[in-house]
């Protein structure tokens, strides 16, 4: 019943920008925070950007240094995850996730999208 599906992913040259997209439905009940994630192959997954329901002061993981941000339109039910200035390091699977807590820990969050592919070229 609870779904979220990421969208956006693609290819791009370093230094360039795209913009990923959460699309959730299924939520009738209490406050939630939604959280971007990365996973490159063999590597664990890294917290980036955490927002609520509700639009509260988003909270940003150390990957992000300054470059992504996060936001979200309630009209359309929608999570934003805005990336600029990409480098080849960011290049990973980005997942969107729902946590019932504001924090960045991949373990509290139980409910994930399936992900989106990135790619950054040099």
């Known amino acids: 019943e609870v779904q979220l599906v990421e969208s956006g992913g693609g290819l791009v040259q370093a230094g360039g920008s795209l913009r990923l997209s959460c699309v959730i439905s299924g939520f009738t009940s209490g406050d939630y925070f939604i959280g971007w994630f990365r996973q490159a192959p063999g590597k664990e997954r890294e917290g980036l950007a955490c927002?609520?329901?509700?639009?509260?002061?988003?909270l940003y993981g150390d990957p992000v240094q300054g470059r992504f941000d996060i936001s979200i339109d309630k009209r359309k039910n929608t999570v934003y995850l805005q990336m600029m200035s990409l480098k080849p390091e960011d290049t990973a699977v980005y997942f969107c996730?729902?946590?019932?807590?504001?924090?960045?820990?991949?373990?509290?969050?139980?409910?994930w999208g399936q992900g989106t592919q990135v790619t950054v070229s040099s």
């Open positions: 927002i609520s329901r509700n639009d509260d002061f988003p």
């Open positions: 996730a729902r946590s019932p807590w504001k924090t960045l820990v991949a373990d509290e969050y139980l409910t």
